[in-house]
């Protein structure tokens, strides 16, 4: 056992860094290489103490990578020049280990011995390979860099809003879609640039779903460009956290295009829908000149038994009273099917949704079929529906929808031996089921997967736009509804599904 307490020290101080399992080393300064290193050293990256020596001044240019050979050396000059004691100088560098390969080290130095006048001549270390944080942080920022462009060619923009400070973050794409550079104050930005019309509702939407600690928060508004243009900005936000008062980060983006499209497109679904109520009441025009000439022809008879009566001076109180009821419940036949008809023949998109009795709805829409189903021997059956059964809809589109599939069942039950067509609701808990199943021919499963695809038809060139299906679906879904063949009944069904209520 030695009796020189430095050496004793020194032993002891070694011990402590061999157990330590982060790399630990003495750097000599003025050889420039390292002159002593703990087994975490060795035995991580393969140098053998020899071997480090050997390198003397070519040490950093032979283990460090060429781009952090700057850092290093300014942070040399630094200690020589300017550390004070006790200082700890922190950075990172990637080293080469024997075999070739680099690694990211999370470098911790400080003074470990001066000369007698101050200057350093060792420095202690503790380095821990940060390869793994690095490959994450690398990974982090490919997927920043990928999104950023993502964003960019959506065109949209990042924001962020801190809800204790009320204050927002924008980036620049944000500010430009307001029509304005980036400034400091986003807020004075919104406020400016908002339509006075929909500053109160924005504000509302965002702080709603605030107070409601909605994880998700949507907020629409329009701001007015220096060139008068009005563009429409979505902005999409979520909690950073679940925690109430947590930060909100999202997107925003320029959505007046998207909303010119949608007008567009709903412009052209009106024209399509006005088609085929046209295309509609042109097949049935033929049994709506019947159904009001057969009720007109029973007015005429009766009138002319009225006239004859007057004529011949034979004033029977009692046929004159049955005549004049008979003309009355005519007329209100007739003024049934001109109701219809006019309300049939008019858009209905704007209509407000009201409660209608199913039956009623079923029976209104009957009324332009039943003479044309008579003429072509078609036998038309309708279930028993119950008085109570209720749904919440714009009856004008549900009576399209109702008429279009029958005028399809019409057209299917021509090719069957027995003709018929049958219409019934069935009531659940929440929604009702219109059915009208006809006896056609089944409709194969190829050609049931493209029913409801725009321009798809069975019929003959010239006898279908292909429109009815597709335009029937849409007027369910803006019901919240559903319009499908329903593939396991006996005859070919299709079903009206409405929500009770809307």
């Not at 020596?53 to 020589?80: C, E, F, K």
């Not at 923009?157 to 500010?175: E, K, L, N, Q, Y």
């Not at 009957?366 to 119950?386: K, M, P, S």
């Amino acid at each position: 056992m030695t009796n020189d307490p430095s050496k004793s020290q020194k032993s002891l101080i070694e011990q402590v860094f061999e157990t330590l399992p982060s790399s630990v080393y003495l750097f000599d300064i003025p050889s420039g290489t390292l002159s002593w290193f703990n087994e975490n050293v060795a035995s991580r990256f393969g140098w053998t103490q020899e071997e480090l020596t050997a390198m003397g001044h070519n040490y950093w240019a032979t283990v460090i990578h060429p781009d952090d050979l700057p850092q290093i050396q300014n942070s040399r000059q630094y200690v020589l020049d300017d550390m004070p004691e006790g200082e700890i100088l922190h950075f990172e560098y990637r080293f080469k280990d024997a075999w070739g390969q680099y690694h990211w080290l999370d470098d911790r130095i400080t003074v470990f011995k001066r000369d007698e006048h101050g200057v350093p001549v060792s420095l202690v270390g503790i380095a821990t390979v940060i390869d793994d944080q690095k490959a994450r942080e690398t990974q982090l920022a490919e997927a920043l860099d990928t999104l950023n462009m993502s964003l960019s060619a959506a065109k949209m923009g990042t924001i962020s809003f801190d809800v204790a400070t009320a204050t927002p973050t924008w980036d620049r794409r944000t500010f430009e879609m307001h029509g304005e550079e980036p400034n400091d104050d986003p807020m004075e930005t919104y406020r400016r640039r908002i339509l006075p019309e929909d500053r109160e509702p924005a504000t509302t939407q965002f702080y709603d779903g605030y107070l409601n600690n909605n994880p998700e928060i949507s907020v629409h508004y329009r701001v007015r460009h220096d060139d008068d243009s009005i563009h429409n900005i979505t902005m999409y936000g979520r909690r950073n956290d679940a925690k109430p008062g947590s930060p909100f980060v999202g997107v925003a983006w320029d959505a007046t295009r998207e909303i010119q499209s949608e007008k567009k497109i709903a412009e052209s679904n009106a024209k399509m829908i006005s088609a085929a109520k046209m295309a509609a009441l042109g097949e049935m025009s033929g049994g709506i000149a019947h159904e009001i000439n057969n009720p007109l022809t029973v007015i005429q008879a009766r009138s002319f038994q009225l006239t004859q009566m007057v004529d011949q001076g034979n004033l029977d109180p009692e046929k004159i009273k049955q005549a004049a009821e008979s003309i009355s419940k005519t007329a209100d036949k007739i003024a049934r099917i001109i109701k219809s008809l006019r309300s049939f023949s008019r858009e209905g998109d704007n209509d407000p949704f009201e409660f209608v009795s199913v039956k009623s709805l079923v029976e209104e829409t009957l009324e332009f079929c039943r003479t044309r189903f008579y003429n072509h021997e078609v036998d038309l059956q309708v279930a028993n529906i119950d008085e109570d059964f209720e749904i919440e809809c714009r009856v004008i589109q549900i009576e399209q929808v109702l008429l279009n599939l029958l005028n399809n069942s019409f057209d299917a039950a021509q090719n069957s031996e027995k003709k018929w067509i049958c219409v019934e609701a069935v009531e659940y808990l929440d929604y009702i089921d219109i059915k009208v199943i006809d006896s056609g021919p089944r409709i194969p499963d190829d050609v049931a997967e493209k029913l409801m695809q725009p321009f798809f038809t069975t019929k003959e060139l010239g006898k279908g736009t292909g429109l009815g299906l597709s335009i029937s679906a849409g007027i369910m879904k803006s019901h919240k509804g559903d319009l499908f063949l329903d593939r396991s009944a006996e005859h070919t069904t299709f079903v009206m599904r409405l929500p009770r209520l809307q």
